[in-house]
C-alpha cells in the first residue's frame, strides 16, 4: 500500500558527495515508515552510495531513473 | 607537542629495505659499465645483472630467460597487456579484466586496440567466475585477473580463473605487484602465462619492477630499439635498482615459510585483524573485503557522511599517512571503480597499510583518531547522530 502523502523529494543536484546520502539520511528520518523519498543527484558516487545506505540502514531501496542532468532515487522508509 | 608521524600507505610506496638502500648505493657507486659492452666493466655489469636476475627467478618460479625488467610495476603490466595484444593477431581481439583491476592494468587493455571487457565481482570484490567462464566462451586472447586487490586487500581465485583460461585458450596475466614479496609469488602454482610486480611495494626500492612469463606466452616489446632483456625491453638496465631488488628478495625470501616475510605477513595479519574490529565497531562505518583470503597488510574501509579526502587530511594532521580512494569535491570527482564494482560505499573511503615499521599501539592509535576525526566531520556536516 502506498504511503498517504506524496513522496518527498529532495533536491541535491550540483552536490558533491557525501552531500547527497546526508540530505536521504534526513528526510528519511523525516519520513514514516512506508513512506517514499525521492533524492535528486548529479554525484556519480550517488548510484552505489544510495542503495548501499539502504542496505546499511535497512531502508528499502526501489530504483533510479534519469532526471535531467542526473538521477532520481527512490527509497521507502521501512521502520 | 609534535606527535610522532605513522606513515600507513605501505601498499602506495614503501619504505626502501635496508638492503635495498645498501645495493643502490654500492652498485651505483662502483659498477659504472654498461652490460652490454664486453669490457672488463661491461662484464662486471652483467654479471651483476644476471645474478640479479637469476634471484628473481627464482622468486617467481621461473627459468632466468624468462624474466624482463622494466622501470616499474606500470611498465611491467603495459609490457603484458599490450604486448600480448599486438603479438597475437591470430587471436580473438578479445580481453577480459576482472572490474577491479588496477587502473594500471584497465588502462593498457583499453589501449590496446583489442575489445576490452570488464568482469564482474561480488561484494567482497572476488571475480565471478562464473561471468568469467561466460566471457571466456565468446573467445579472449587474454585475461588479467590481479593477484589481490590493491584497494581492499581481496586475494582472487586466481588457480580456478587460469583453468578457465586453459580451457579456453587464453592467456593469463596476473598482476601481483601488491603481493610480491610479501606471499610467496609462483608463476606454476598460479598458473598465470604473463606476471607483472614491482619493487616499490615491498621495500626493494623504487623504479624497478619485472615481467615474468611462461613458456607458452607471446609477446611484442612495448619498447624496442636494442638487444636488451632478451629483445623484450630496450634501454640502459637501471642496474642499482635492480640490485636493490634482487638483494631485498634474498633478504625477505618471501617463498619460505621460515623466512622474513612470512613472519611480517603473519604479523601484519594480526595487525589487520585488530583495526578490522575497531574500525567495525564505529557507528556507520563499513570495512571493505573480506576478513579471510586478502592481503595481510591492508584494511580499507568507508564512513557514512564524511568525505575522504577530507578525512584523510584530518589524519594526517592528526599525524597519520592514509589514502583516500574517495574523489567527491576534490580531484576527478569520480568514485574508486574498485568500489564500485563491489557495490561498496564509495565516500568516505581510507586505505591503512602496513609495513616493518607499524607496530605496538598504532592500531588502537589509529582507530581512537579515525573515529574523533569521522565525528567531527559528521559535526561539521550536520549530519550522523
Given amino acids: 500500500m502506498s504511503a498517504s502523502r506524496p513522496a518527498t523529494v529532495v533536491d541535491a543536484l550540483g552536490k558533491p558527495c557525501p552531500v547527497p546520502v546526508i540530505a536521504l539520511a534526513k528526510a528519511v528520518e523525516q519520513a514514516r515508515p512506508g513512506e517514499e523519498v525521492v533524492v535528486l543527484s548529479d554525484d556519480a558516487g550517488a548510484k552505489v552510495d544510495i542503495p548501499v545506505w539502504c542496505r546499511m540502514k535497512g531502508h528499502e531501496y526501489l530504483g533510479q531513473a534519469e532526471a535531467g542532468r542526473g538521477w532520481s532515487f527512490r527509497v521507502r522508509r521501512s521502520s | ?385
Avoid at chain 2, 577480459?96 to 589501449?111: F, G, I, K, M
Avoid at chain 2, 567482497?124 to 562464473?130: E, I, N, Y
Avoid at chain 2, 573511503?349 to 559528521?378: C, I, K, M, Q
Wanted: aromatic share 2%.
Fill in chain 2, 1 to 385: 607537542m609534535a606527535t610522532q608521524r605513522v606513515y600507513l600507505d605501505h601498499a602506495s610506496a614503501a619504505p626502501a629495505h635496508p638492503a635495498a638502500l645498501a645495493a643502490l648505493a654500492q652498485v651505483a657507486r662502483s659498477l659504472p659499465g654498461d652490460p652490454s659492452r664486453r669490457h672488463a666493466e661491461g662484464r662486471a655489469a652483467r654479471d651483476l645483472l644476471e645474478s640479479a636476475r637469476a634471484a628473481t627467478a627464482a622468486a617467481l618460479g621461473v627459468a632466468a630467460e624468462r624474466v624482463a625488467f622494466t622501470s616499474g610495476g606500470t611498465e611491467a603490466v603495459h609490457l603484458a597487456v599490450r604486448g600480448v595484444a599486438t603479438a597475437n593477431r591470430a587471436r580473438p581481439r578479445r580481453i577480459l579484466s576482472a572490474a577491479v583491476e588496477h587502473s594500471a592494468v584497465l588502462a593498457a587493455a583499453d589501449a590496446s586496440g583489442c575489445a576490452h571487457t570488464r568482469v564482474p565481482v561480488d561484494r567482497d570484490g572476488r571475480v565471478d567466475l562464473d561471468a568469467l567462464a561466460a566471457a571466456l566462451r565468446d573467445g579472449a586472447a587474454l585475461v588479467n585477473l590481479q593477484h589481490a586487490n590493491h584497494e581492499t586487500g581481496t586475494l582472487q581465485p586466481v588457480a580456478e580463473a587460469a583453468a578457465l583460461c586453459r580451457d579456453a585458450d587464453a592467456l593469463l596475466h596476473v598482476d601481483a605487484c601488491q603481493t610480491f614479496g610479501r606471499l610467496p609469488v609462483d608463476v606454476v602454482t598460479l598458473g598465470a602465462d604473463l606476471v607483472s610486480v614491482s619493487a616499490a611495494k615491498f621495500g626493494g626500492g623504487r623504479g624497478t619492477g619485472a615481467l615474468a612469463w611462461s613458456p607458452r606466452a607471446r609477446f611484442r616489446p612495448l619498447l624496442s630499439g636494442d638487444e636488451r632483456e632478451g629483445r623484450r625491453r630496450a634501454g640502459l638496465e637501471h642496474l642499482p635498482g635492480i640490485a636493490a631488488m634482487a638483494e631485498t628478495l634474498l633478504h625477505l625470501r618471501p617463498g619460505d615459510p621460515q623466512g622474513p616475510a612470512a613472519a611480517e605477513v603473519a604479523r601484519c595479519d594480526r595487525l589487520r585483524r585488530r583495526l578490522r574490529a575497531r574500525l567495525g565497531d564505529l557507528d556507520d562505518v563499513a570495512v571493505h573485503g573480506p576478513p579471510n583470503d586478502a592481503l595481510p597488510h591492508i584494511v580499507a574501509a568507508s564512513a557514512l557522511y564524511v568525505d575522504g579526502e577530507t578525512l584523510a587530511a584530518e589524519l594526517d594532521r592528526a599525524g597519520f599517512a592514509v589514502h583516500s580512494g574517495s574523489s567527491c569535491a576534490s580531484t576527478s570527482g569520480r568514485p574508486s571503480h574498485v568500489l564500485v564494482a563491489m557495490g561498496a560505499l564509495t565516500h568516505g573511503h581510507v586505505r591503512v597499510s602496513f609495513g616493518p615499521d607499524v607496530a605496538g599501539d598504532v592500531v588502537e592509535r589509529f582507530a581512537e583518531a579515525f573515529a574523533t576525526a569521522v565525528g567531527a566531520l559528521r559535526a561539521r556536516l550536520g549530519a550522523g547522530r
